[in-house]
């Protein structure tokens, strides 16, 4: 008798605090600041954390400063060490979150911060109905929900080919198709111009020239496929890409120290003309400019073309650069002043900071600033006739440009690569949960 | 009472006294302090790298669930923590080798008290005290192909030299754990110089008047009497190695090829892509694999001290 009053007790308060907490809710939500606040609403003693990679420090300078002046709001920007991605997965895991970060607005970039746990959503932001709707939807999105901003074009992959060394070997007219792209090659050579460069030493940039070769077959969906487990990277597709390239290697049409190389060295050589074409992401431009001084020059020397099989295909790759992601920090003052940031970064802040930063912008009713190099606008034309890359289509991403280095360097088989990828590939699917694995 | 009790009472007496004498000086409680710091920065970390290799911990979802022994087959399986194994022994063995020479040898070039000794032992010891990191992408500055390593042999050689130092899939290992061996020799050599000076000088004296050579005398007596600090340097340098990560991150990153990527490397590279269990199984192998070699290592060279 008394055991069942008890829980007649206890059943009762649990229903009342229901009831409670049903008819509270609306009030609290009404009595909070609207989900997307002003932009220059103030926010004097909030103090946001933005983390950043030694690489993107430079880029939120300015319009910090200037939201800083705006609200009175403090943000301390935290320089977290190279790789940047995996210093603050474990950073994460550990229950340590900035207010705001740099991060891949890929899905597998977003699938690996675990975004559905870890950022706020952005649905519904101010400044998503002023962005380009041909880019508005490509990145940032996980299902329906936006967890990205795209601050400026993302990184596209394509081939950057010195002017000069062209002209020296007597090529007037771009290769359309990578057989052209070849025989070019074949003519630097003869012409005593390298014709590609490869850096094994960093080992990432030997991943473009063979996601270069999987352009056409990303553009009809093999990604998907791989996903869906219908492919795998141990069948010809991947296998012929990979024995491509190495067969470019194999005939001495790369440089000779490419187990050596550096992106460093390799945008020198790029510039001085020492080699004639390097596949790389379009943050070899600002690299190339800072080496050139100036955009006129940067023009006269460097153009762009994108590459595959079959086609003068692009591939988009986001990197942490491009996007930035808010975090739920439980602090709902904090989080309602980090949305205000990013609505204020590309709101009104927008214009200052491409300017600032020479961006190509992603509003058409912000001109993009006159000191863009021709150069930029040629690459980020490329986005119209572009494919998601590795990253942004599989559901994980092996590590390609550790295996394809060891190739370079004689230690792994064409089909030790394919079956590393493969089997790491699973081993990520199965870690994220996904279906069939 | 008889005579024999008598004794053992007497023999027990003190006994009691002692024990109590000691608590009542250094109770039991007064390491706890230490006790706590040991539990919170040791041993919990410990049993958790224990807990979650068992599980399928990872940055992609937020729940853990126990997966039982999937992280280990999986690893076994596909080869690469055997290769990554097989890399981290054979650097370690070749620092212990390359830290004890260059330490021994420095310390019997420097063992004389003089004040320019006393400078060369000081700045010997420097890099021990200088960060790994910066002392790893010196070195994979000055072994650069074009580097001046090689600017210096190709003076000298009268033509251009391009020695891959940091680029050879068989010898930049043993580059690396050269490179490794170099910033702690400083610490070698001064257990070594250390253990020489705790030689009683009449041995040695008595050494020289029956006539022994310098190297007769180091062969016989001094280097076996040097056992503790040969105890110490070969165990520190070997098991130090196997945990090493900075100077190869530095330098190589596990390059060229990943004939250099110690177990570490690879931890770090799969806790970068996310798989945190993964990572921490791979942590708990290496623990185990310093474990297996520590024992029987430490035995054996306390062994060697004990037969003199």
């Given at each position: 008798m008394k055991k069942t009053s008890k829980g007649a007790v206890l059943s009762t308060l649990v229903a009342l605090t229901m009831i409670g907490s049903t008819v509270v809710a609306p009030?609290?939500?009404?009595?909070?600041?609207?989900?997307?606040?002003?932009?220059?609403?103030?926010?004097?003693?909030?103090?946001?954390?933005?983390?950043?990679?030694?690489?993107?420090?430079?880029?939120?300078?300015?319009?910090?400063?200037?939201?800083?002046?705006?609200?009175?709001?403090?943000?301390?920007?935290?320089?977290?060490?190279?790789?940047?991605?995996?210093?603050?997965?474990?950073?994460?895991?550990?229950?340590?979150?900035?207010?705001?970060?740099?991060?891949?607005?890929?899905?597998?970039?977003?699938?690996?911060?675990?975004?559905?746990?870890?950022?706020?959503?952005?649905?519904?932001?101010?400044?998503?109905?002023?962005?380009?709707?041909?880019?508005?939807?490509?990145?940032?999105?996980?299902?329906?929900?936006?967890?990205?901003?795209?601050?400026?074009?993302?990184?596209?992959?394509?081939?950057?080919?010195?002017?000069?060394?062209?002209?020296?070997?007597?090529?007037?007219?771009?290769?359309?198709n990578f057989t052209q792209m070849t025989a070019a090659a074949v003519k630097l050579k003869a012409a005593g111009i390298t014709p590609f460069y490869d850096a094994a030493k960093d080992a990432w940039p030997t991943q473009f020239m063979v996601q270069s070769l999987l352009g056409d077959a990303a553009k009809s969906g093999w990604y998907q496929k791989l996903n869906s487990r219908e492919a795998k990277f141990t069948d010809p597709t991947f296998i012929n890409a990979v024995t491509t390239y190495k067969s470019l290697i194999d005939q001495g049409l790369y440089n000779s120290d490419i187990k050596s190389g550096t992106f460093a060295a390799q945008t020198t050589a790029l510039l001085k003309g020492d080699v004639a074409m390097v596949n790389q992401g379009s943050f070899l431009g600002p690299a190339l400019l800072a080496e050139a001084g100036d955009a006129a020059t940067l023009d006269a020397k460097i153009g762009y073309f994108g590459i595959s099989p079959t086609s003068n295909l692009t591939l988009s790759l986001p990197g942490q650069t491009d996007a930035i992601v808010a975090f739920k920090t439980g602090n709902a003052k904090r989080e309602a002043a980090t949305k205000q940031f990013l609505a204020y970064w590309m709101g009104k802040g927008y214009a200052a900071f491409i300017d600032d930063r020479s961006y190509i912008s992603l509003q058409p009713k912000v001109p993009s600033p006159s000191t863009v190099p021709k150069l930029f606008i040629q690459v980020a034309s490329g986005l119209k006739n572009s494919v998601g890359a590795i990253q942004s289509q599989a559901l994980a991403t092996p590590d390609i440009h550790v295996y394809l280095s060891n190739m370079i360097n004689g230690t792994m088989t064409i089909e030790e690569v394919a079956q590393a990828m493969q089997t790491q590939f699973e081993q990520l699917a199965k870690a994220q949960g996904a279906k069939g694995f | 009472?008889?005579?024999?009790?008598?004794?053992?009472?007497?023999?027990?007496?003190?006994?009691?006294?002692?024990?109590?004498?000691?608590?009542?000086?250094?109770?039991?409680?007064?390491?706890?302090?230490?006790?706590?710091?040991?539990?919170?920065?040791?041993?919990?970390?410990?049993?958790?790298?224990?807990?979650?290799?068992?599980?399928?911990?990872?940055?992609?979802?937020?729940?853990?669930?126990?997966?039982?022994?999937?992280?280990?087959?999986?690893?076994?399986?596909?080869?690469?923590?055997?290769?990554?194994?097989?890399?981290?022994?054979?650097?370690?063995?070749?620092?212990?080798?390359?830290?004890?020479?260059?330490?021994?040898?420095?310390?019997?070039?420097?063992?004389?008290?003089?004040?320019?000794?006393?400078?060369?032992?000081?700045?010997?010891?420097?890099?021990?005290?200088?960060?790994?990191?910066?002392?790893?992408?010196?070195?994979?500055?000055?072994?650069?192909?074009?580097?001046?390593?090689?600017?210096?042999?190709?003076?000298?050689?009268?033509?251009?030299?391009?020695?891959?130092?940091?680029?050879?899939?068989?010898?930049?290992?043993?580059?690396?754990?050269?490179?490794?061996?170099?910033?702690?020799?400083?610490?070698?050599?001064?257990?070594?110089?250390?253990?020489?000076?705790?030689?009683?000088?009449?041995?040695?004296?008595?050494?020289?008047?029956?006539?022994?050579?310098?190297?007769?005398?180091?062969?016989?007596?001094?280097?076996?009497?040097?056992?503790?600090?040969?105890?110490?340097?070969?165990?520190?340098?070997?098991?130090?190695?196997?945990?090493?990560?900075?100077?190869?991150?530095?330098?190589?990153?596990?390059?060229?090829?990943?004939?250099?990527?110690?177990?570490?490397?690879?931890?770090?590279?799969?806790?970068?892509?996310?798989?945190?269990?993964?990572?921490?199984?791979?942590?708990?192998?290496?623990l185990i694999m310093v474990m297996v070699l520590a024992f029987p290592l430490i035995w054996s060279l306390r062994k060697r001290e004990q037969i003199l």
């Open positions: 009030a609290s939500h009404s009595a909070k600041a609207p989900a997307w606040p002003s932009q220059t609403a103030k926010l004097k003693g909030v103090t946001l954390t933005m983390w950043c990679a030694a690489a993107s420090l430079a880029i939120p300078k300015s319009v910090i400063s200037s939201f800083e002046r705006a609200t009175g709001a403090k943000i301390k920007v935290v320089t977290i060490p190279d790789p940047y991605e995996s210093p603050v997965l474990a950073k994460i895991a550990t229950g340590d979150k900035p207010d705001v970060a740099f991060w891949s607005p890929t899905k597998s970039g977003l699938t690996s911060i675990n975004a559905k746990a870890n950022l706020l959503s952005l649905n519904g932001a101010p400044w998503i109905s002023s962005v380009d709707p041909a880019l508005r939807d490509v990145f940032g999105l996980l299902g329906t929900t936006r967890y990205a901003a795209l601050i400026g074009t993302p990184n596209l992959v394509g081939m950057f080919y010195n002017k000069e060394a062209f002209a020296k070997a007597g090529i007037t007219t771009l290769p359309k | 009472m008889n005579a024999g009790a008598k004794v053992k009472l007497l023999l027990k007496r003190p006994r009691i006294n002692a024990a109590s004498k000691a608590h009542s000086t250094h109770p039991i409680w007064f390491i706890v302090p230490a006790f706590f710091f040991l539990i919170i920065f040791f041993i919990v970390p410990t049993v958790l790298n224990f807990v979650y290799s068992f599980t399928d911990w990872s940055s992609f979802k937020t729940e853990v669930n126990f997966s039982g022994f999937s992280n280990f087959s999986q690893l076994f399986s596909s080869g690469n923590l055997v290769a990554d194994l097989r890399i981290t022994i054979l650097y370690a063995v070749l620092v212990a080798v390359f830290q004890n020479l260059f330490g021994f040898a420095l310390a019997l070039l420097l063992e004389r008290d003089t004040l320019l000794n006393r400078i060369a032992r000081a700045s010997f010891f420097i890099p021990v005290i200088m960060s790994a990191l910066a002392v790893g992408y010196v070195f994979q500055a000055v072994l650069e192909p074009k580097g001046p390593v090689n600017s210096i042999f190709s003076f000298f050689a009268g033509r251009p030299v391009e020695i891959p130092w940091l680029y050879s899939t068989t010898w930049t290992i043993v580059v690396v754990s050269v490179i490794h061996a170099w910033k702690w020799m400083g610490l070698a050599m001064l257990i070594f110089l250390a253990g020489l000076k705790t030689i009683d000088s009449e041995v040695l004296e008595a050494a020289r008047i029956d006539g022994a050579s310098w190297f007769q005398t180091l062969r016989t007596i001094r280097f076996p009497l040097l056992a503790p600090a040969i105890t110490f340097n070969v165990a520190t340098s070997l098991l130090g190695s196997m945990n090493s990560f900075d100077i190869v991150q530095a330098t190589t990153q596990g390059g060229p090829g990943g004939t250099t990527e110690l177990l570490n490397i690879y931890i770090v590279r799969a806790f970068g892509q996310g798989l945190f269990a993964q990572a921490t199984a791979m942590s708990l192998v290496l």
